[in-house]
């Protein structure tokens, strides 16, 4: 699975995720300071599967009915490190574009967290 994680996320949260998904951040991709729009659009090219991110105001900025990448957003009260990592899968692979099309009308809907085994999440959609 191929997560992005926004510059709002902490880049040293990339090394909590297990082998097992590909993380990279929004500065090492080289879109530091891109708007979320295009910054989804790009992700959307590069065959993310997620952006990860901790700014709840992405929700009331996109049209959640046509993201092209689904958006994981950690709830936690302050951006800190020690604060996210309790938040982060330590399972196996999940397939969020499985996980979203049982559970969501269409994969480009805002997810609150990944439908797999993102540990700690709060919203999960379907529940």
């Not at 046509?66 to 999940?94: H, S, Y």
Request: hydrophobic content about 45%.
């Amino acid at each position: 699975m191929r997560l992005l994680l926004d510059e709002s996320v902490p880049r040293r949260l990339g090394a909590a995720f297990p082998a097992a998904y590909e993380v990279r951040t929004v500065p090492q991709m080289g879109w530091a300071g891109t708007g979320n729009g295009e910054l989804l659009r790009l992700a959307a090219d590069r065959r993310f599967d997620a952006l990860v991110t901790v700014d709840r105001g992405i929700a009331h900025e996109q049209n959640l009915n046509d993201l092209p990448v689904a958006v994981v957003i950690m709830l936690v009260v302050r951006n800190r490190l020690d604060e996210l990592r309790p938040l982060v899968p330590q399972g196996g692979r999940c397939s969020v574009r499985q996980r979203a099309q049982a559970r969501l009308p269409r994969f480009g809907r805002l997810l609150l967290s990944l439908a797999c085994d993102w540990a700690g999440a709060v919203g999960s959609p379907g529940s």
